[in-house]
């Protein structure tokens, strides 16, 4: 699975827009980018995921740039709930192949 | 959504005991199931796959003798850590993927905390 690079954390006013880059400049054309987060002393809960279209769902909006080698997720409206670890992660969605592999992830701070 | 849980929460035993986690997947079967360790102020580090039926498969640099898993039924893996230590301390969570073949979604237990003195 490619590598991604995501800074190591952020802070984001609550009701503004967070917006949280994530670089995968190796990744292959079968790789999907999945976003997940991890609430303090929770397991991690799923976000998003995509190939190469923008998604959105009830959660969260995720850009993919035109050459994949980047993406950002975005949060359209913070809440103090937000703040979490955030991780960027690449893989091949296959049967056979549902493991992940965690970087270091981002650490979102939402400020009152 | 599918709900995987664990059981104890948290766990704290003395030196040289054996504790044993339990995941469960509640409502949806989950042949392969995956443990994970986190230290604190770390990122989760992938420790096995656990396959119902057969044998599981160990990350490099995991002990096998040391966390045993066992996944018994098409919703229950077990991992049991043999003759704890104080290093072996830690937040260990579980998670299963998706069911009706959507591989893109896994689900997390909560997570087991474990103290050892």
């Known amino acids: 699975d490619a590598k991604t690079t995501q800074p190591p954390s952020m802070d984001c006013a609550e009701g503004r827009a967070a917006n949280l880059p994530c670089n995968h400049s190796t990744i292959s054309g079968n790789e999907y980018v999945y976003w997940y987060r991890q609430i303090h002393s929770q397991g991690p809960q799923y976000i998003i995921h995509?190939?190469?279209n923008n998604e959105t769902n009830e959660m969260a909006s995720l850009i993919i740039t035109e050459d994949r080698k980047s993406s950002t997720l975005i949060l359209p409206h913070a809440t103090l709930r937000d703040t979490a670890v955030y991780y960027c992660?690449?893989?091949?969605?296959?049967?056979?192949?549902?493991?992940?592999?965690f970087g270091t992830g981002t650490r979102l701070t939402i400020i009152p | 959504g599918a709900v995987v849980s664990q059981h104890p929460s948290w766990v704290i035993c003395k030196s040289g005991t054996s504790v044993k986690i339990e995941c469960r997947s509640l409502?949806?079967?989950?042949?392969?199931m995956f443990w994970y360790r986190q230290f604190p102020k770390q990122s989760l580090m992938l420790m096995a796959t656990?396959?119902?039926?057969?044998?599981?498969?160990?990350e490099q640099g995991v002990e096998k003798d040391k966390f045993l898993i066992n996944h018994a039924s098409l919703t229950l893996s077990t991992l049991t850590v043999t003759s704890a230590h104080p290093e072996d301390s830690s937040f260990y969570i579980c998670s299963a993927p998706g069911y009706g073949g959507n591989y893109n979604e896994q689900f997390f237990g909560p997570g087991t905390r474990l103290t050892v003195l």
């Open positions: 409502d949806f079967q989950a042949t392969t």
């Open positions: 995509g190939l190469k």
């Open positions: 992660i690449v893989r091949a969605a296959n049967f056979g192949n549902e493991k992940l592999t």
């Open positions: 656990s396959n119902e039926g057969s044998k599981a498969t160990y």
